[in-house]
């Protein structure tokens, strides 16, 4: 069975930082490039950022509203994926899921979906 | 960034309704297009890939088309579980973006 499990949310003061972590389980996790989204209270998705495979060196993308303060990083040993937070604003309060997927029909698509960690950001 | 726009934003059906619901983006996307489905407080889970291949183990009452800039989703006849938000997601070029959602209520 295919498992996303987040962690690392919580409550954290404009500025703060913080790192949510996402272990995967149930499929060959080093061939999948993995997604991380987030979902602001009442609204609809955002995509955040992803980071591809060891074939494509790790390289990252982000959304505009992240990048330079966003970091995503993975440890395909661990079988886990990583978003360091820095100086997060109150417009980051969002629950925040991961999600992964592995080469079909010309793409990565997100597949699997965890059932996400929420962050808070407030003074 | 391409614009993701679904329509409409919500919608009443009853059960055993056939429901359509459109997303068209702002420029071609081939078929790097997916759909996705979020039950009231529950996580997003993938219906489609590629714009009409379902995701294993999704009912076939669901199916989507399209390609280029115009997309459906369809479910055939309602079900009591298929009340949730669907949201397009386009995988054709960075950064990802989601359309605004369909919210499918209860008549």
């Keep these: ?123 | 960034d391409i614009q993701m726009t679904q329509s409409p934003s919500s919608l009443s059906a009853s059960i055993g309704d056939r429901v359509t619901i459109t997303c068209r983006a702002s420029q071609d996307i081939a078929t790097f297009l997916a759909w996705i489905q979020q039950r009231p407080g529950k996580a997003p889970k993938s219906l489609i890939y590629a714009a009409s291949s379902l995701q294993s183990g999704v009912p076939s009452r669901f199916s989507g088309s399209g390609s280029g800039t115009d997309f459906t989703l369809t479910i055939s006849s309602l079900q009591p579980e298929d009340f949730a938000t669907y949201y397009c997601q386009q995988f054709n070029t960075y950064p990802l973006t989601f359309g605004g959602g369909t919210k499918v209520e209860i008549k």
């Excluded at chain 1, 149930?26 to 609809?44: C, E, I, L, N, Y």
């Excluded at chain 1, 993308?61 to 995503?72: Q, W």
């Excluded at chain 1, 360091?84 to 997100?110: I, P």
Aim: aromatic share 14%.
């Design chain 1, 1 to 123: 069975e295919v498992q996303l499990v987040e962690s690392g949310g919580g409550l954290v003061q404009p500025g703060g930082s913080l790192r949510l972590s996402c272990a995967a389980s149930g499929f060959t996790f080093s061939g999948h490039f993995m997604d991380w989204v987030r979902q602001a209270p009442g609204k609809g998705l955002e995509w955040v950022g992803r980071t591809r495979g060891k074939a494509d060196s790790y390289t990252t993308e982000y959304a505009a509203s992240v990048k330079g303060r966003f970091t995503i990083s993975r440890d395909d040993s661990q079988n886990s994926v990583y978003l360091q937070m820095n100086n997060l604003k109150t417009e980051d309060t969002a629950v925040y899921y991961c999600a992964g997927g592995g080469y079909r029909s010309g793409r990565y698509f997100s597949d699997y979906w965890g059932q996400g960690t929420l962050v808070t950001v407030s003074s």
